[in-house]
């Protein structure tokens, strides 16, 4: 039987952890061409992290802003599917839900949807939930100052980390050998339409190939 | 800049709006075993997609660069279970560092 005192600790943990990347998005965000008020926005307003850092690296290679956030809104698709599991279990009436809403995303999902009833459920969700957006929201402050000291991108290998950042978001999807492959494909198809096409759509594009061939092609073992 | 701000509204109205409507549709809507596969794949596939322009792409050319560097320390590290801050420092760093040589 799990406490609801080791939930909210599991959760704070994970919340320090989560949130303390967000020093990260802001340095990343502030040296790609966003200034300090447009990266905090985005870090309150939108907070889904990979959308976020997803926007930046496409302003950064030079893309449509517009581009950019329709390719970040595709990316927060997940969070309408942990909506729907989370709803069951949290089980919130109409203005519950609308305060709810913002605090959807990987994290609070994990640490809500693995409860065994509604009442840890939600010490999960919230706990989790708030302890990133506070402090995503502050290291997002002190990182995109940070960038605006450090100006260039390249002079402390920031370019570099934007690629690391979502490998790391990337690896814990890469759980089998059917999803390493559409990453590839994905990759494979975008490098090839950069020379071809505006930056911002290679991704899109590479990105939508992808789905396609992994909706066609199922591994037998997974039917 | 008017063009940033546009592609930030545009976030922020529609990761909200697909937030909220995930914990406010009846579940069976979409409770299809070919939107949940969608849903699984779209990340993957755009991660991809991301990683690969990053590293690779300069003003519309491919360039081998430090870049790579990083993200293969990034994969290795990964693969040591070492936890993603750390990870995107590491990559910085190396990368940095192979720039002074």
């Not at chain 1, 995503?136 to 402390?156: H, S």
């Not at chain 1, 190939?209 to 992994?214: E, K, P, S």
């Not at chain 2, 849903?39 to 050319?61: E, H, K, R």
């Not at chain 2, 590290?77 to 002074?100: C, E, H, I, K, Q």
Request: with cysteine; glycine share 12%; charged share 10%.
């Amino acid at each position: 039987m799990t406490t609801d005192r080791s939930v909210i600790v599991d959760s704070l943990g994970v919340g320090l952890a989560t949130g303390a990347y967000g020093v990260s998005f802001g340095a990343i965000s502030t040296t790609s061409g966003l200034d300090v008020l447009q990266t905090c926005v985005l870090s309150l307003l939108v907070f889904t992290g990979a959308s976020q850092f997803a926007f930046i690296g496409i302003i950064a290679s030079g893309g449509n802003p517009v581009t950019g956030a329709l390719t970040a809104v595709l990316l927060g698709s997940r969070n309408l599917f942990y909506g729907l599991s989370l709803a069951q279990r949290l089980n919130l009436k109409g203005a519950q839900r609308l305060a709810s809403a913002h605090f959807v995303i990987d994290e609070s999902t994990a640490m809500a949807v693995t409860r065994e009833n509604t009442r840890q459920s939600r010490l999960g969700f919230y706990w989790t939930g708030i302890s990133i957006f506070i402090l995503w929201n502050l290291m997002t402050f002190v990182g995109a100052l940070a960038g605006e000291k450090i100006g260039d991108p390249q002079t402390y290998g920031l370019d570099a980390a934007v690629g690391a950042a979502f490998l790391g978001l990337l690896w814990p999807r890469l759980t089998s050998w059917h999803a390493r492959l559409v990453a590839l494909f994905g990759a494979a198809v975008a490098l090839g339409l950069v020379p071809l096409t505006a930056a911002g759509l290679p991704i899109i594009l590479g990105g939508g190939a992808a789905v396609v061939l992994g909706m066609l092609w199922r591994p037998k073992a997974a039917a | 800049m008017t063009s940033l701000w546009v592609g930030i509204v545009i976030m922020i109205v529609g990761c909200f709006a697909l937030k909220y409507a995930g914990l406010s549709v009846p579940e069976r809507v979409l409770d299809h075993p070919t939107t949940k596969r969608a849903a699984d794949l779209i990340p993957v596939a755009l991660l991809g997609a991301l990683i690969a322009v990053q590293v690779f792409a300069d003003d519309g050319s491919l360039r081998i660069d430090a870049r790579l560097l990083g993200l293969v320390v990034a994969g290795v590290l990964l693969s040591l279970r070492v936890p993603f801050l750390p990870v995107v420092f590491a990559a910085a760093l190396v990368a940095a560092l192979v720039r002074l040589l």
